[in-house]
């Protein structure tokens, strides 16, 4: 069970980054407004999630850290509504790492604790706890050597986990999310409206004077802020595309954004973007990868279409 495990966190658990991605997406899932995110050596010694969602019932507790073991509706994979559904982040977490999880369910006397440390359950027993969920995770591939020598500087990884949360933070922009710990700055993003947020994790500049997308071709619709070419930047990473509501780093969809802006940004720039797709769950996978950053579409063509369409348009009307 433990290598199966294993195998099965090379997937989910590539770096911290991915483990803060598995654990802010779960404190989501049950409902939390304030979720708050410590972090220490690049999260490699230190990964801390705290949430005020629903918690874990105690009997439920041996539950949630066995594998595929879901508390999620399984009934039609393309409906989907909650952001994990295969079980398998918390197990794979607790094969490679030294992982807890201290939960009072609402309405429970009283919070409970459990431990994995290389794949071995402890508890759960009593703890302190007045509501929600505190998930701790401490030595990332401390037992895994190969691993361990793949990840980046604890600089990188810091900054990894930064970006996950700006990208997590722009599709809720009601929930509160503060990011601290001895590897960084703090970072606090208050419950806002959804441009209020956008200015707070892309810049005001780009809120402020970013030009309105909004079109539709058949089912699909594209929403969103489109930077002016002025803003360019020196790489990709202020680029954040929503496909229903979920953060993606499609290969596509980011080729599209790009050839929208080819006629008027030089070769080696990148675009600003905040790009909302949505679109029928039947005509798109969003779970290609346990990592569920890359997307199938049924029908690429119409897609890339709609963005280059769209934005290309946006641009002209504005004389760019
Ligand atoms: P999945 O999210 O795919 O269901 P996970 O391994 O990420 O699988 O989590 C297992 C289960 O543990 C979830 O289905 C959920 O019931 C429970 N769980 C995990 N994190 C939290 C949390 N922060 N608050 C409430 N329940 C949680
Ligand atoms: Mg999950």
């Known amino acids: 069970e433990t290598v199966i495990d294993q195998i099965a966190a090379g997937e989910v658990v590539e770096r911290p980054a991915s483990v803060v991605k598995e654990l802010v997406e779960n404190a989501l899932d049950a409902g939390a407004t304030r979720i708050d995110i410590v972090t220490a050596g690049g999260g490699k010694s230190l990964m801390r999630i705290t949430d005020d969602g629903t918690g874990i019932a105690v009997g439920d507790l041996p539950l ?8 999620k509706l399984l009934d039609d994979l393309h409906a989907i509504e909650t952001l994990g559904f ?10 490679v790492a030294k992982l807890s999880l201290r939960s009072r369910q609402a309405g429970a006397s009283d919070a409970h604790e459990i431990l994995v440390h290389a794949g071995q359950v402890d508890g759960p027993r009593p703890a302190a706890l007045s509501r929600g969920t505190v998930v701790e995770v401490r030595d990332l591939f401390h037992a895994v050597p190969a691993r361990l020598k793949f990840l980046k500087s604890e600089k990188a990884e810091a900054a990894a986990i930064t970006d996950v949360i700006r990208r997590i933070a722009i599709a809720f922009p009601d929930v509160r999310f503060s990011l ?3 590897d ?9 409206s959804p441009i209020r947020r956008i200015g707070a994790v892309v810049g005001q500049d780009f809120a402020d004077n970013s030009l309105a997308i909004d079109a ?3 089912d699909v619709r594209i929403e969103g802020f489109a930077g002016l070419p002025s803003f360019s930047r020196g790489n990709a990473q ?3 595309i929503y496909v229903n509501g979920r953060p993606v780093k499609d290969r596509l969809l980011l080729s599209a954004l790009r050839g ?7 070769r080696d720039r990148h675009p600003i973007a905040v790009l909302f ?14 990592a569920k950053a890359d997307v199938r579409f049924r029908d690429p063509g119409l897609v890339r279409g709609l963005i280059v369409g769209a934005i290309r348009e946006t641009l002209a009307r504005a004389g760019l």
């Open 180 to 182: 601290a710990g001895s």
């Open 64 to 71: 949630a850290v066995r594998r595929h073991c879901t508390s």
């Open 238 to 240: 202020f680029q954040y």
């Open 86 to 95: 295969r079980g398998e982040a918390l197990p794979s977490i607790g094969s």
């Open 277 to 290: 797709i949505t679109i029928d769950p039947r005509a798109v996978d969003i779970n290609v990868h346990p």
């Open 260 to 266: 929208a802006y080819a006629d008027v940004m030089a």
């Open 184 to 192: 960084r700055t703090e970072t606090v993003f208050e419950a806002a």
């Open 216 to 218: 539709a071709r058949e």
